[in-house]
């Protein structure tokens, strides 16, 4: 299915519609620009970017996986559909919903799996709360 463009109104979106989407495109660019620097971290230093003892009982041998991981699922999926909300696809508006969502969810199983809870992960479940309620608020919008 091909993405399509909001249609074109002449006026452009109205204020609170820009400001909604500048919030969004901003919040979901900070999370790519972290997901991407972090995976791309953890890939180059698989055995000391954090220590080990972290991956105890996870499977993991190394932070490779998770690195890649991170890198893919909290770098590259944002970073694509903040560029589709620049673009003005349709697609953006169920993107932010899943990057909202995806966002908490990865918090929530790193926070269950590693077994270890900081400031950060906090800090990234709220950015993940606050993509998911704007691009309910989006939707709900459009």
Same mark, same amino acid.
Request: charged share 15%; glycine share 14%.
């Given at each position: 299915?091909?993405?399509?463009?909001?249609?074109?109104?002449?006026?452009?979106?109205?204020?609170?519609?820009?400001?909604? +989407?500048?919030?969004?495109? /901003? $919040?979901?660019?900070?999370? /790519?620009v972290s997901g991407l620097g972090g995976g791309a971290y953890l890939m180059a230093r698989p055995t000391t970017a954090m220590p080990m003892r972290l991956l105890d009982g996870? !499977?993991?041998? /190394?932070?490779? $996986?998770?690195?890649?991981?991170?890198? %893919?699922? %909290? !770098?590259?999926?944002?970073?694509?559909?903040?560029?589709?909300?620049?673009?003005? *696809?349709?697609?953006?508006?169920? !993107?932010?919903? *899943?990057?909202?969502?995806? *966002?908490?969810?990865? &918090?929530?199983?790193?926070?269950?799996?590693?077994?270890?809870?900081?400031? *950060? +992960?906090?800090?990234?479940? /709220? &950015?993940?709360?606050?993509? $998911?309620?704007?691009?309910?608020?989006?939707?709900?919008?459009?």
């Amino acid at each position: 299915m091909a993405a399509t463009r909001e249609p074109a109104t002449g006026a452009g979106p109205a204020p609170r519609g820009r400001r909604l +989407q500048r919030a969004l495109v /901003s $919040l979901e660019a900070l999370v /790519s620009v972290s997901g991407l620097g972090g995976g791309a971290y953890l890939m180059a230093r698989p055995t000391t970017a954090m220590p080990m003892r972290l991956l105890d009982g996870t !499977g993991f041998a /190394s932070w490779r $996986l998770p690195g890649v991981a991170l890198f %893919v699922l %909290v !770098g590259v999926a944002p970073g694509v559909v903040a560029v589709a909300a620049t673009r003005g *696809l349709r697609a953006a508006r169920v !993107g932010h919903l *899943l990057v909202g969502a995806g *966002l908490v969810a990865w &918090i929530v199983v790193e926070m269950l799996w590693v077994v270890v809870t900081w400031p *950060l +992960q906090i800090a990234y479940a /709220s &950015i993940g709360v606050a993509i $998911l309620v704007l691009g309910l608020v989006d939707r709900r919008a459009g």
